[in-house]
C-alpha cells in the first residue's frame, strides 16, 4: 500500500542525528550536560528513539514501526521540551541533534501515514484528521524549540508556550475584543454586505441598466484596496462598531454581487428551455432553477468574503476605535512590545477565522451536494 | 412532395372529436432565417406539414435540415420569420401557455439537485397541483417507464438510458396530448436504443398521444412513424413524406420484413436525392 520504494532516508539521517544527540553536550554555556547523564529515562527514551530509527529505514515498513514511530517520536518530543530550561542559556549540538532527529522521525511518519491508503471509511476519516494535527503540532514544536533553544528575544517572536500563557491568563480580554470585532463588527458588516450583494445581484440580472452600468463598476471596486476606506467610514459612522461593520459591507458587498451574477448564468441553455416549456414565470425559474445552479458560486462568494470580513473589520480598527477590539489591540500592545498578546489576538483571530470558514465549507457541502465536485 | 396523408388514425377518441380531420399541428409556408455574423442562414424554407391526433411523425434529416429547429418552433422554442403555424388550433405561444405539449429534449436535462420523483414532480410544481395530484401522477409515470424503486435517487446515480426515461416520464406526467421529442435516444447505445424504442412504442399505443420525434437514424424513424418526414439541408425544407402502413402493433422483429425494409429504402433514397449535391 506504500508508494515510496527507497529506503527512507528520513530515518537514515535521523538515526546519524540520535548519534549526535548522543555525543555531543545540550548545552552551550556553562558546565556541559549530555543527555545519557540525565538518568535511566532519558536512556531509555534514546535506546528507544534509535530502535524506532532502525524500524523505519524500510519503505514498506510494518504497521509495528509506524505505531512505534506514533508513540516514541512523540514521548521524544515531550522529553525535549523538558529539556528546554536546561538549555534556556544556548543551546549545544546534543540537544540539536536530538530535535533534528525527531523533526525527521515526525517526518517519516507523516510520510508513512500520508501514503497509506486506508479502505475503511472510519479509518480514512481518522487519518485525514490525524496527519494535519501532527503535522501542525510539529511545527509548533519547532517554533518552540528554535525560539527557546537559540534564545531569539521575545519581542521578535515569542514561542507558543509563552502565546498559550497569554491566552488563559487574558480571556476576558480576548473575549471582550473577541466580541467587539467578531460577533458586532464581522457578523453585522457581512450579513448586510452579503444580502445587499445578493439582492442587487438579482436586480442587475433582470435590468439590463443596472448589468451594463454597475457591473464594470463593480468589477473596477472590488481591484480597489477597499481597507483605504476606513478612515472615512469612521468619520461618517463614529468610532464603535458601526464603522467597521460599514468597511465590511463594502468588502463584501462586489464579490457577493459579482459571483451571484455569474453564478445565475450558469443554468444550461437545456435546463432553461425545458422550464420554458413548462410555461414557467419569471420567479418560478428563478427559484427552482437559477438559483439552485447559481449556490456554487454564492458559496464560493460567502467563502471569500468571510476572510476579507475578518481583515477588513481588524484593520478598519487601526484608524480609531473605543479602547476595545481586536485590532485596537492589536495596534496598541505592539507599540508597547507586548507582542505575546498580539500574538495571542491573531490566533484568536485565526481561530475564529477557520471555525467561519469551516462552517461555510460543510454547509457548502450539504446544500450543493449534487455538485460534481462533492458528488459520493 | 406528398403532402396530404389519406390515412386517418382509427379513432379511440372522445365523441367530440370533429368529423373532418383534427389536425394537431398545422404549418402553412413557414420558413425561418437565422440572422449570424456570416450573413442570414435559412434554417427553414417553405414548410408544409400537418400532424393529426394520434399519429407518429417522425422528422429525419442529416444534422443541419432544419428538424430540430422545426420541432423547436412547434414548441415555441424558436419564433418563425415567415408563414405560418398553429398547435391546437392556437398559436405555438399560446399552446405552450396552456401546456399542451410535453417535451423531451437529446440529453435528460434533469436537475441534479433534485431526486428522480421530484424532477418528474417539477413541472407538476410549476403548474401548481396540489401535493396528492403530484405524487400520483409522479408514481404513475415512473411506473409507466420502469423506473419503479429509483423515486429518491440522484440523476448522477442513474445510467444515461435510465436517465432519459426519467425524463421522458417527466415529460408525460403533465399529461399532454402531443409529445415532442428530439432525438431523445440518440446519445444511447444501440441495445437500449432499441429497448426505448420497443418502450416508446408501446405507450404511444397505450396512450394514443400524437407524437412528433426528431432522429437522424432511418430503422428508429421506420420502425416508430406513421408517418415519416425526410427533410434535406440548405436551406431546410421537407423533401419526401412518407406513410407507413406497418401495423400498430409492432415488435422488433419487424425490422426484417420486406414492408419495413421497403419503407426503409424508400427514406435513404430520399435522404441521398436531398444531400446528392454534396460528397
New interface residues.
Partial sequence: MRQAQRDSWQALFAFAALVAAVTLPINAEGPRIYVLGLGTEAILILLMLFLTAVASVRPAASDIADLMLLFFVHVGGYFALTLLPAVADGAGWGFWGLVIALWLLAWRLVTGLSALEPSNRAYAMLLKIVVPLIFGIWLLFLWEVVVVGTGVPAVLLPPPSAIWARITTSTDILWADFNQTFLKAVIAGYAIGCASGFLVAIAADRSPFLKRGLLPVGNLVSALPIIGMAPIMVMWFGFDWQSKAAVVVIMTFFPMLVNTVAGLAAS?A??R????????DYW?TLI??RL?AALPFIFNALKINSTLALIGAIVAEFFGTPIVGMGFRISTEVGRLAVDMVWAEIAVAALAGSVFYGVLALLERIV?????SF?T | MTNETTTRPSSILAPDTPPEKDTVIKVDKLSLTFQTNDGPVHALEDINLEVERGEFVSLIGPSGCGKTTLLRVIADLERQTGGSITVNGVTPREAREKRAYGYVFQAAALYPWRTIARNVALPLEIMGLARAERTRRVADNLALVNLQGFERKYPWQLSGGMQQRASIARALAVEPDLLLMDEPFGALDEIVRDHLNEQLLQLWAKTNKTVVFVTHSIPEAVFLSTRIVVMSPRPGRIHDIITSNLPKQRSLDIRETPEFLKIAHRVREGLRAGHSYED
Fill in positions: 444550461d437545456m435546463q428551455d425545458l422550464m420554458q416549456t413548462y410555461a414557467a418560478q427552482k432553477l439552485q450543493t451536494f449534487w455538485h460534481p458528488r
